[in-house]
């Protein structure tokens, strides 16, 4: 990574009259912005608090990515070449600053037994009324396989040795990892687990304890084929309340979180849907990123979680990213950078949607390239 560089100007050179004084602070303006970054630069810049060019760009694009390729999303889920040369592409062709390994939360479960619905051009499903754990005591002994074991998680792992190879450190490489509430709702099926909260406690700890430990193996296999980032998606989580997230949910989140950073890896945490009522916890994790979904009131979420804290987020992917226009999107992220602060990235609350008008993306890209990220460090 280059270094950034400061200017400073001896005494002997300061002048007195305003017109030089002007014409010094214009010249010192100038000597010390920010050199042009690249995307991986650019982000790391604002993690870490220091000034960058611009505000970085992170819009999640899966079925996006795929149609920009031209290839029906059955095949972009299945083949990690398919995937890397839409996710490049896609990159390029608007100026993203990262690319990305998110598909569908699948993988891990599939790898481990569960069925799953293919369809031909949309994500595939997890079939919940044959879920893989329906019963309980068929947890007990069950084996966590190696991530390398030649199923769909090797799959994202190859992508991600095929993304670094091919962006180089130009761009951000993100794997991605299901957290506990959405595997454990993947493998036990949503509706019995929201019941085994109040019924059976102590299976949910079993059930959330197997799932973490196989995602801490996941990202671990993932940081080193070269992820400089670790999504950790959640959407479950969402549908807890307070409390049952307080006591269930976070204590697993935490270790995925902390494991991953033992590993050397960074975290994105992405739970859909409205955590308004969890952002306090989201906020004591210490993720890298934390997404907001769209229903979240930006200046509620920067307010709990406090100036420290990246931000990703928030734009309506259909009201206002799908259905808007290059004109309301830039007045909507201004609006968003008034209660965001410096430590922002700009995204819509999830994914794009994949009959977004070109224009509208390439909106929310410039306008994270004319707005610059001050240095927020202590």
Wanted: aromatic content about 8%; proline content about 4%.
């Amino acid at each position: 990574m280059m270094l950034f560089r400061a200017y400073s100007f001896p005494l002997h050179l300061r002048l007195s009259s305003s017109v030089d004084i002007f014409r010094k602070d214009l010249y010192c303006h100038q000597e010390s912005s920010v050199h042009s970054m690249t995307g991986r630069e650019r982000i790391l810049a604002v993690l870490s608090g220091q000034k960058s060019d611009h505000l970085p760009s992170m819009p999640i694009t899966m079925m996006f990515a795929a149609d920009i390729l031209g290839v029906q999303y059955g095949q972009y889920v299945r083949d990690h070449r398919i995937m890397a040369d839409a996710q490049i592409k896609t990159a390029e062709m608007f100026g993203l600053d990262y690319v990305s390994t998110i598909s569908c939360p699948t993988r891990e479960a599939m790898d481990y037994g569960a069925k799953i619905q293919w369809y031909d051009n949309q994500p595939p499903a997890i079939l919940e009324e044959d879920a893989l754990f329906q019963e309980k005591n068929t947890l007990a002994g069950f084996q966590i396989l190696d991530p390398l074991s030649g199923g769909r998680r090797e799959d994202r792992i190859r992508g991600i040795e095929l993304l670094r190879q091919r962006v180089g450190s130009d761009l951000f490489v993100e794997g991605w990892v299901e957290g506990p509430c959405a595997e454990a709702a993947d493998l036990r099926g949503i509706n019995r687990l929201m019941l085994d909260f109040f019924d059976d406690p102590a299976f949910v700890r079993e059930l959330f304890g197997f799932v973490v430990e196989g995602a801490i193996r996941f990202a671990a296999a993932q940081i080193e084929a070269g992820a400089d980032i670790i999504g950790i998606g959640d959407a479950a989580a969402s549908l807890t309340g307070p409390r049952i997230y307080k006591e269930f949910v976070w204590p697993w989140e935490k270790k995925l979180v902390d494991a991953i950073h033992a590993q050397g890896g960074r975290v994105r945490l992405h739970i859909c849907g409205n955590t308004s009522r969890i952002l306090d916890g989201m906020g004591r994790l210490g993720c890298d990123i934390v997404d907001l979904d769209y229903p979240v009131p930006f200046a509620q979420a920067r307010a709990q979680m406090g100036p420290q804290q990246t931000l990703a987020g928030n734009l309506d992917p259909v009201r206002e990213v799908r259905n808007g226009s290059p004109g309301t999107i830039a007045q909507s992220l201004d609006a968003l950078r008034q209660q965001a602060g410096e430590r922002w990235i700009v995204a819509a609350g999830c994914e794009i949607v994949r009959d977004t008008p070109h224009e509208n993306l390439h909106a929310m890209v410039q306008f994270a390239k004319s707005h610059s990220a001050a240095a927020t460090h202590a």
